[in-house]
């Protein structure tokens, strides 16, 4: 595999920019007086990005995959974040490898 320059060029500040702004949250974010919406607003994004992540193979893919984001879902009302994440993995994964197709 050949790398030219400016591929590498990109790759390296894609990569700075992205620890730039997470350590940049993580020392303003202290310091930060935030109001009830704006904590509420910011509680909101992890469930929205899993929306975001599940509902294209909801909706464009295969019985497995529909099958595997209705169980993520469910785990979603009654997990946290990384076991909604483990389980629509393991259930997918089951799905893929187990049942016949």
């Known amino acids: 595999m050949i790398i030219d320059?400016?591929?590498l060029v990109t790759i390296v500040a894609m990569a700075a920019v992205t620890y730039a702004t997470r350590i940049g949250g993580l020392a303003v974010g202290d310091r930060l007086q935030l109001g009830p919406?704006?904590?509420?607003?910011?509680?909101?994004?992890?469930?929205?990005?899993?929306?975001?992540?599940?509902s294209p193979s909801l909706l464009a893919t295969g019985w497995r995959e529909t099958a595997a984001s209705l169980?993520?879902?469910a785990a979603a009302t009654r997990?946290?974040?990384i076991g909604t994440?483990?389980?629509?993995?393991a259930t997918?994964?089951?799905l893929r490898h187990v049942v016949p197709g």
Do not use: E, M, S
């Not at 919406?37 to 599940?54: G, N, S, T």
């Not at 994440?85 to 993995?89: F, H, N």
């Open 5 to 7: 320059l400016p591929t």
């Open 37 to 54: 919406r704006a904590k509420a607003a910011l509680d909101a994004i992890p469930p929205a990005v899993l929306v975001a992540v599940i």
């Open 71 to 73: 169980v993520t879902i």
């Open 79 to 81: 997990l946290p974040l």
């Open 85 to 89: 994440v483990a389980v629509g993995v």
């Open 92 to 94: 997918i994964v089951l």
